[in-house]
Structures are given as C-alpha cells and as structure tokens.
C-alpha cells in the first residue's frame, strides 16, 4: 500500500504560480512512477503530467506543456508539479497517482491505470 497526501492548492490570480507536492508513505516510493491528474466539475479527470521512478521519463499534456513541470525526491518520497502561468481553465482538483511503470502513450494518460490516489487539493485561478 501506498498512501499519497497532496498540498500545495489555494486560490491565484490568472499568471500567478503554484507548487503542488505529493507525500507518500507506505511501500517504497522510488519504485513507483507518478502522475499528476485533475477534475474540474463537470468534466472527466484529465492526466496533467508523468514521470517514472527514476524521474529520467516525463510526459506531460499539451495543455500545460511549457508551463507545468514535475519532478521528484525520491529521498523525501515526495513529487510535485511546479505550475506558471496559471490560466483560469486550469482551475480544478489536482490529484497524484502512483502506479507501476509507465508504458505507452495512453496507459500513462489513463487514470485507471493507476494504482494508488490522494485525496486531490483544489486549485482556483481567478481572470
């Protein structure tokens, strides 16, 4: 079992930045690969940004390519997505999951592929 705790979520202004972090315990961290996915209401969770254990792989969506970046400490069993240049249609609940590897284009991008969730923390971006 892995256990994933994200925070980091408030309220910006639309050009503003934020940094989410994803805390695991449990099992090892390193050996999992990671991803970032998100839900505004309404809609479909959507996958935001991958990367595998050893944080030499990261995909990302095209719709936050250039402004969103994830990495990860795997000595602080920890990942985050750096987020700039907030846009008010990225405004939604984050969520990390962790799952065994990363394979191909659509398995990464598949939530239900995933393995492991946190609880999500909401992100607003104010026009």
């Known amino acids: 079992q892995v256990q994933l705790v994200e925070s980091g979520g408030g309220l910006v202004q639309a050009g503003g930045s934020l940094r989410l972090s994803c805390a695991a315990s449990g099992r090892t961290f390193s050996i999992y690969a990671m991803g970032w996915f998100r839900q505004a209401p309404g809609k479909e969770r959507e996958f935001v940004a991958a990367?595998?254990?050893?944080?030499?792989?990261?995909y990302y969506a095209d719709s936050v390519k250039g402004r969103f970046t994830i990495s990860r400490d795997n000595a602080k069993n920890t990942v985050y997505l750096q987020m700039n240049s907030l846009k008010p249609e990225d405004t939604a609940v984050y969520y990390c999951a962790a799952k065994g590897a990363l394979r191909s284009y659509s398995d990464r991008r598949d939530p239900s592929g995933y393995d492991y969730w946190g609880q999500g923390t909401q992100v607003t971006v104010s026009s």
């Open positions: 990367i595998s254990w050893s944080g030499g792989n990261i």
